[in-house]
């Protein structure tokens, strides 16, 4: 399309055409010609020119940690047979990712040529952003014609939760005995194995067991029993009648951070996860920690107003492990003791092994919080209360501390918490 300046020349142009007439001067007649002739030559250029831009994104990683910062390359290549003019393009960035999106100005690209065009983005806020589209306009040298074009591809970017470095307090992962209850060392390490059996084409000649090979007249391989892990379920609140506040100052985005804190650290110890929140509707099940972290970064509040479903099927579906919530305290008024948020989490943890939680708040539910971490402690809970603003890792050693004995923990608990009973190695 013709620019401010390109429609001036031609007006001229149409002005010096009827003054020539006029006039009977035939110069101006051939000025006038030249002056039309200049922006429908510029027309024809940009479009030529500006359809052969091809564009393509290049960043390390399209999952970021929350504050990390990442080079983001704009790849600019002429795919036609002429070189282009000037070029001005723009990266639609979202706020999350920018203050603002970047801009350049490129003189011209050679037929074949490629320009990288660099810029950074700051992961600010958790969820899933998309960088793009990327905008396109080309213009001749004398700025009298320009074409835009808006390229459909994005490129989608995931950025976590705040997650913190925890220290210990949970305790390394255990199991209960077996009938008998012999254990036996299950860290794969050395030439420690828990049976043998026949040798099958593909597996390892060095892990062949010679002294029962010799005696049965066949090959035996020494087979290793596999690494037994624990399992941990994070319980997620995530109601909005029950947070507060807005941004990265709402309860519920400390909720998330602390139960995405808390993923990472257990997930580095080895616990099988799951994570659930009221919303859902079926037991959960074991996924990897990334899952866990991609989920955690796009959730949104729930219109739920009640934890009642969700301490029914935790109760059904618990078994060996280690329950961890992030709740904050009941709304309302009604005694802590007495709400049903409170029965519901009691009645959650009832078929775990071991039992902890994180109460978040704002400081106005301080009081409150306090009286549920009481609540729980009684009941053999290892709890703590998280303010909002206060880094996770302050208050995590909390959880180290013993329940309180006038809970109807099961006796396994009596142990490191998140265990479900002492081991005792046999060797072999």
Not at 36 to 51: D, E, F, H, I, Q
């Amino acid at each position: 399309m013709p620019t401010a300046r390109g429609l001036g020349v031609l007006l001229g142009a149409a002005l010096l055409w009827a003054a020539g007439r006029a006039l009977g001067i035939d110069e101006l007649l051939v000025v006038a010609t030249v002056a039309a002739a200049l922006p429908l030559l510029a027309l024809v250029g940009v479009r030529v020119g500006g359809g052969a831009l091809a564009v393509r994104r290049r960043l390390r990683s399209d999952r970021l940690a929350h504050d990390a910062h990442e080079q983001v390359a704009l790849d600019l290549r002429n795919d036609g047979r002429l070189p282009t003019s000037t070029v001005l393009a723009r990266e639609v960035v979202p706020d999350a990712l920018a203050s603002a999106s970047p801009r350049w100005a490129v003189a011209g690209l050679r037929p074949g040529a490629t320009i990288a065009l660099p810029y950074r983005i700051a992961a600010t806020q958790r969820g899933r952003h998309h960088l793009g589209p990327a905008e396109l306009t080309v213009t001749d040298r004398l700025g009298l014609a320009l074409r835009r074009r808006r390229t459909s591809a994005t490129t989608p970017v995931l950025v976590y939760p705040p997650i913190e470095s925890l220290p210990e307090a949970l305790g390394a992962p255990q199991r209960r005995g077996s009938a008998d209850g012999a254990r036996h060392r299950l860290l794969n390490l050395g030439d420690e194995f828990h049976t043998l059996r026949e040798y099958v084409e593909g597996d390892d000649l060095r892990r062949v067991h010679w002294p029962s090979t010799a005696r049965r007249g066949k090959v035996m391989i020494r087979q290793h029993e596999l690494p037994w892990h624990a399992e941990a379920t994070l319980l997620l609140d995530t109601r909005a009648p029950a947070h507060r506040g807005a941004g990265d100052a709402s309860t519920l985005e400390a909720a998330i951070s602390s139960a995405a804190s808390a993923a990472r650290h257990l997930a580095d110890r080895r616990f099988l996860l799951r994570l659930t929140t009221e919303a859902d509707e079926r037991s959960p099940r074991v996924q990897d920690v990334e899952a866990i972290l991609e989920r955690l970064a796009l959730l949104d509040a729930s219109p739920a107003r009640s934890l009642a479903s969700l301490g029914e099927r935790l109760r059904r579906s618990a078994g060996e492990g280690l329950l961890l919530a992030c709740v904050t305290p009941p709304p309302g008024r009604e005694r802590v003791a007495d709400a049903a948020d409170s029965r519901a989490l009691l009645q959650a943890g009832s078929g775990f092994a071991s039992r902890a939680a994180v109460i978040v708040h704002d400081g106005q539910d301080a009081q409150r919080a306090q009286q549920l971490v009481a609540l729980l402690r009684a009941a053999s809970w290892r709890a703590v209360a998280r303010p909002v603003g206060t880094p996770l890792a302050e208050v995590w050693p909390g959880l180290g501390a013993r329940p309180s004995a006038a809970g109807s923990a099961p006796a396994a608990t009596s142990a490191t918490p998140g265990a479900t009973g002492h081991e005792e190695v046999s060797e072999e």
